[in-house]
């Protein structure tokens, strides 16, 4: 009988076909932010290959979540 | 494009004073960028003080370079600046990969670690005990299905724990290259724990 596979390694074996890759997501990391800062539902559902990228790979995540960060408070920065 | 936008591009654009003083501005800004960016990074790099403050210089330094020579690729699908502090986040993170032998000078470049593995993904070790079937099923697949390649890849990221961005700097590769290589590998080696019983096939 199989044991159950740890979320963290059944996370690292899953690849999603819709991934774009790293250069493909950073190009419109930009647009993406925006649209996840007014939209987060139309972000997902326009740029499925770019979430899916974003929710496997560490170091673009990580930009995005920056990117996101910075816009947001220069959002509250201005009001 | 927003009237905002529109101006940061006419004043970068400009020949004259006016293309200086935006120049100021921008990397005022990406400076403001950069060092918020490090401190909400500030968990996993240990930077603080005067390096933190060069390291925030030099990335906001490089992204105005980059922006300045890239102008004409700025279509106003975004805001301005918020195209701008892309390139002052990547430029963190690019310096915090180079950044990571000056705070790991003891890793060495060949060990491999793979007492680490079961920790990498999250097993602790009473698990581990119980896992140990699978764990030496990853190593297995790990040296049967990857090339040469992959499997040196595999090694740096996942055994010995060196960030993708690291990588990079040290190997003068990409991160597209390198993910897509680790994305090839990852379904791999899915297929041979499928194969080996230790994984459902749509699990
Ligand atoms: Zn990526």
Redesign the interface.
């Known amino acids: 009988m199989t044991k159950p596979i740890p979320q963290q390694l059944r996370h690292f074996l899953q690849t999603d076909p819709d991934d774009v890759a790293c250069d493909e997501a950073i190009r419109l990391l930009h647009v993406y932010a925006e649209l996840v800062a007014s939209d987060p539902g139309e972000a997902a559902t326009r740029y499925p290959g770019v979430a899916a990228h974003l929710a496997a790979c560490g170091p673009c995540g990580e930009d995005f979540d920056g990117l996101l960060a910075a816009i947001t408070a220069s959002e509250h920065d201005d009001s | 494009m927003d009237s905002e936008s529109a101006h940061w591009i006419a004043a970068l654009q400009d020949s004259g004073i006016g293309h200086d003083d935006a120049v100021g501005r921008l990397h005022e800004m990406l400076l403001r ?1 950069a060092r ?2 490090l401190n ?2 500030r968990g996993s790099h240990g930077l603080a003080g005067p390096e933190l403050d060069d390291l925030a210089y030099q990335a906001a330094a490089d992204a105005v370079v980059s922006i300045t020579a890239k102008l004409e690729d700025f279509r106003g ?3 301005f ?3 701008a ?2 390139f002052a ?2 430029e ?2 690019s310096k915090l990969g180079r950044h990571y032998w000056t705070r790991h000078p003891t890793t060495s470049l060949d060990a491999e670690d793979w007492e680490r593995l079961p920790d ?4 602790r070790p009473e ?1 581990y005990a ?2 140990r079937d ?1 764990v030496c099923a ?1 190593r297995d697949a790990v040296d049967g299905s990857l090339t040469v390649k992959q499997r040196a890849i595999f090694v740096a990221l ?1 055994v010995r724990g060196i ?3 690291t990588l990079v700097a040290q190997t003068g590769s ?3 290259a390198i ?2 290589m680790m ?1 090839d590998a ?2 791999k ?2 297929a041979a ?1 499928v194969a080996g ?4 096939e749509d ?1």
């Open positions: 960028i918020s960016e909400r990074r699908e975004s805001r600046t918020t195209w502090y892309k986040i990547l963190v993170s990498r993904f999250g097993l698990e119980g896992q699978l990853i996942v960030p993708l961005d990409t991160r597209n993910y897509k994305f990852r379904r080696l899915r724990l019983g230790y994984l459902e699990g």
